[in-house]
């Protein structure tokens, strides 16, 4: 028979710890492919309606719940995972087409996919040969 120690304050410890380690923002990764920026956001566990993406003017929000598993009658014995709400907002440049941004939840990532503006695209400029007159 094995026997715990009483220790009053190691639930607390460890509730201190998990707000401590758990990040309320989602990590995000971005990159340039081609003539589109893509944006990846960490998702596990969220389920694709509980996500909500925003853009006003030229700021992306991204919302997304996350909820236990657990029903309303099961006996909780541990629960170090996150749940509740979680968000990002971040500015998109002037060479971004945010009014065409589209969005993708795959295997608990979210991949928003912004085309670079047209005006922000390189072009070639044409060279005109000038003909000077000789008097």
Not at 3 to 25: G, I, K, N
Not at 32 to 51: F, M, N, Q
Not at 78 to 100: K, V
Request: one cysteine or more; a negative charge.
């Amino acid at each position: 028979m094995t026997l715990m120690r009483f220790d009053p304050f190691r639930e607390l410890d460890r509730l201190a710890e998990q707000t401590v380690r758990t990040p309320r923002a989602l990590p995000m990764e971005v990159f340039r492919r081609g003539d589109r920026c893509i944006v990846a956001l960490d998702l596990p566990g969220v389920d694709g309606k509980d996500v909500d993406v925003t853009v006003e003017r030229n700021v992306v929000t991204v919302k997304a719940t996350r909820r236990p598993l657990r029903q309303e009658n099961d006996e909780v014995l541990i629960d170090e995972r996150p749940h509740g709400e979680f968000s990002r907002q971040f500015f998109l440049g002037e060479m971004l087409a945010a009014g065409d941004l589209s969005a993708e939840v795959d295997r608990g990532v979210l991949v928003l996919t912004i085309p670079i503006a047209e005006s922000s695209k390189p072009r070639k400029i044409e060279i005109s040969e000038q003909t000077t007159v000789n008097a």
